[in-house]
């Protein structure tokens, strides 16, 4: 009943000196997703991971390089019927960098948004939304306006949004991270 891995894409993008950027020394941060219906789903929300391994019909991880954002999208229904909550938006570390230890995250990662339960992620999701409607990719938003929008969800503060200007500014290096 042990089933053999699936590889479902191995997605080795190419430097622009040919080698690849995938050795057998980088630490890859592992993801584990699953969808179970009406009970669990665990899903990338936003993310390039540079793999994804299939384990079961049920089950995949997706491995992110050093430095990558992405948002992992958490909903789970109890034995009680309690419904959880959480949308996580992370950075992969680098081997020297502190990590937040995740459940179903290895080793772990840095935290720049946790919004937790239903009206937070309600809240936060169409900022999301918003975001990709001007035609940004959520992999790079300023992980300062992640920790921002968490500040105000955490205050119960009205939600900035991230505007094309802040994200011109951004690129060009002149806003902090």
């Known amino acids: 009943m042990n089933a053999q891995p699936n590889e ?26 699953a969808h179970l219906p009406r009970r669990l789903a665990v899903s990338l929300r936003f993310g390039q991971p540079v793999r994804e391994l299939a384990l079961d019909p ?49 080793p772990g990662a840095g935290i720049l948004l946790r919004a937790e339960g239903r009206r937070e992620v309600c809240a936060a999701l169409p900022k999301l939304d918003a975001i ?4 940004i990719d959520l992999v790079d938003v300023a992980p300062a306006y992640w920790r921002l929008l968490a500040g105000r969800l955490a205050a119960r503060q009205p939600l900035p949004d991230y505007t094309a200007a802040q994200h011109a500014l951004w690129r060009q290096g002149k806003v902090p991270t």
Do not use: K
């Not at 990709?132 to 035609?135: F, K, S, T, V």
């Open 58 to 106: 049920t089950r995949s991880v997706a491995a992110f390089l050093p430095g990558a954002r992405f948002a992992r999208l958490l909903w789970q229904v109890t034995d009680i019927g309690a419904a959880h909550w959480q949308l996580l938006v992370l950075q992969a570390c680098t081997l020297y960098e502190p990590v937040h230890r995740i459940p179903g995250i290895d």
């Open 132 to 135: 990709e409607a001007r035609g």
């Open 8 to 33: 479902v894409s191995a997605t080795n993008r190419p430097s622009d000196d040919g080698a690849s950027p995938v050795s057998d020394d980088t630490r890859l941060t592992r993801v584990m997703l």
